[in-house]
C-alpha cells in the first residue's frame, strides 16, 4: 500500500511539474506538435479494441446516498435521564486542579462541552470515569498527566476534574416518507427521489469508467507506439524538477528527502531510478500524443488553454494565474498541452473499439458453425449408412 501510494506520488509530482516547455511560437500547442512528432513512430492508434469497464450500482449505494437525507436532517436531543456508556456523546462541565489550586485552561467555565466516551482524546482515563454516571451528577476524575504532555506545569502532575454530567447527546431522525421527501426535496414521493438518485450515481459511475477505459487505450498505446529518442537534457531537467518538487514536500514535513521517502514505503537508494522510471514514462506518453495530433491535425485554441486556466483556478480556489504557475510550476504552454491531451485521448477513445457482447459471440461462431456441420455431416454419413443396410437386408428377404 505504501509503494502504491508513492507512485502515486510521484504521478502528482509529475502533473504538476512535467509540462516542459519546447520552444517559442504562435501557438504553444503547434510547438509542442512540432517538436514531438519527428520522434515517434506511430502504430496503430484507431480501432483499438477494448473491454468496456461495466461498474454496477449496487442498491446498496442507493440506500446509503437516500438515507443521507435523513441523516442531515437529524435533530440533536439532549437526555437528562440514563447511564452514560463507552460511545455515548455526553455535555459535561469540569474544573480541574493541581494540589487544590485550579490551572489555567482546565476549565469549561460552565459553558459545558461535548466529548465522545472513549475517543474524547483527553488524558489517558479521564473518559472510563464518566461512564456509568447520570446526568445530573457531579463527581471527580482524577487523571496523571504524562511526562511530555508538553506544559511544564502540568507534565507529570496528579489532577482532579470536579466533573459535572450535564446531558447524555443523542440524535433523532425523521423517518423517510413521501410527505419528508416533498417537504426536503424538490421529488414528491420516495421513490422518485430515489430513482433520481439511482440515475446521479448511474451517471457518475459511467463516467468514472470511461476514464478508466481512456486509460486503458492509453496502456495499450504506450505498447503499440515508439519513441525513437527522447532529449537527453530535457530528462535530466525534468529529473531535477520532479526531485525538486519532492524535496519541498519533505521539507514541508520538516523531513530530510531520505527520511520522507522511507516513511512512504520507498527505497532511498533506488529513488533517483524511480524517479527516472517515471520521468520516461510521462515523457513517452506526452511525446506520443503529440504525435498523433500533429498526424490527425488536433489543434488548442487561445480561448481553449485560457478557459483551462479558468477552470483549474476555480478548481484550486486560487484567483491570481500567477500563484497558480508558482505553486504548479505550470508556464503558458501548459495550459495549451493539457488542452491537447484531452483532446488526443477524446480522440482515440471515440475511435476505439469496445468489445460488446454481441462481438464476442460473432467471434466464437465460427467454432460454433464448424461444430454444428461437422455434426450434421456425421448424422447424414450415418443416416446414409443406416440406409443402405435397410435396403441390402429387404433386398436379401426378397430374394
Not at 520521468?279 to 506526452?286: A, D, M, N
Not at 484567483?319 to 497558480?324: A, F, N, R
Not at 461462431?365 to 441390402?392: F, H, I, K, N, V
Amino acid at each position: 500500500m505504501r509503494r502504491k501510494k508513492a507512485h502515486l506520488l510521484l504521478a502528482g509530482c509529475l502533473g504538476l511539474s512535467l509540462l516542459a516547455g519546447c520552444g517559442k511560437s504562435s501557438n504553444p500547442a503547434e510547438a509542442l506538435k512540432n517538436s514531438y512528432a519527428q520522434y515517434v513512430d506511430l502504430g496503430d492508434y484507431k480501432q483499438i479494441q477494448y473491454t468496456p469497464t461495466e461498474t454496477a450500482v449496487t442498491s446498496e449505494q442507493v440506500d446509503s446516498k437516500v438515507n443521507q437525507l435523513v441523516t442531515q436532517n437529524g435533530t440533536k436531543v439532549e437526555k437528562k435521564a440514563g447511564t452514560a456508556m463507552q460511545g455515548d456523546t455526553v455535555n459535561i462541565d469540569y474544573v480541574g486542579s493541581i494540589d487544590g489550586v485550579e490551572f489555567k485552561g482546565g476549565s469549561t467555565g460552565g459553558k459545558g462541552t461535548e466529548i465522545t466516551l472513549g475517543s474524547s482524546g483527553y488524558v489517558a482515563n479521564f473518559d472510563e470515569q464518566i461512564e456509568g454516571h447520570s446526568p445530573g451528577d457531579t463527581f471527580d476524575v482524577n487523571v496523571t498527566f504524562p511526562e511530555d504532555y508538553g506544559k511544564e506545569e502540568l507534565n507529570g502532575k496528579a489532577a482532579v476534574f470536579k466533573t459535572t454530567l450535564n446531558s447524555i447527546v443523542t440524535t433523532e431522525y425523521p423517518e423517510l416518507t413521501d410527505e419528508f421527501v416533498a417537504e426536503k426535496t424538490e421529488y414528491k414521493t420516495v421513490d422518485e427521489y430515489r430513482a433520481s438518485i439511482e440515475a446521479d450515481l448511474v451517471k457518475t459511475q459511467a463516467e468514472k469508467d470511461m476514464e478508466t477505459d481512456k486509460e486503458k487505450l492509453i496502456d495499450q498505446l504506450m505498447e503499440t507506439c515508439a519513441v525513437k529518442q527522447y532529449s537527453q537534457a530535457e530528462l535530466e531537467n525534468q529529473t531535477k524538477r520532479l526531485t525538486d518538487q519532492v524535496q519541498s514536500t519533505a521539507s514541508a514535513y520538516g523531513m530530510e528527502l531520505d527520511q520522507y521517502m522511507m516513511a512512504i514505503g520507498y527505497d532511498a537508494d533506488k529513488f533517483q531510478e524511480e524517479i527516472r522510471k517515471a520521468v520516461e514514462t510521462y515523457t513517452k506518453r506526452k511525446m506520443i500524443l503529440c504525435a498523433i495530433a500533429e498526424k490527425e491535425d488536433i489543434n488548442v485554441s487561445k480561448s481553449e488553454a485560457d478557459a483551462k486556466v479558468q477552470e483549474l483556478l476555480k478548481s484550486t480556489g486560487l484567483s491570481d494565474v500567477s500563484e497558480l504557475n508558482s505553486r504548479a510550476g505550470y508556464t503558458d504552454e501548459d495550459y495549451y498541452y493539457i488542452v491537447l491531451e484531452e483532446k488526443v485521448v477524446d480522440f482515440i477513445y471515440e475511435n476505439a473499439a469496445p468489445k460488446t457482447k454481441s462481438t464476442e459471440e460473432t467471434t466464437a461462431a465460427p467454432t460454433t458453425e464448424g461444430a454444428s456441420a461437422e455434426t450434421a455431416s456425421t448424422e447424414a454419413a450415418s443416416a446414409e449408412s443406416a440406409s443402405t443396410e435397410t435396403a441390402s437386408t429387404e433386398a436379401a428377404s426378397a430374394e
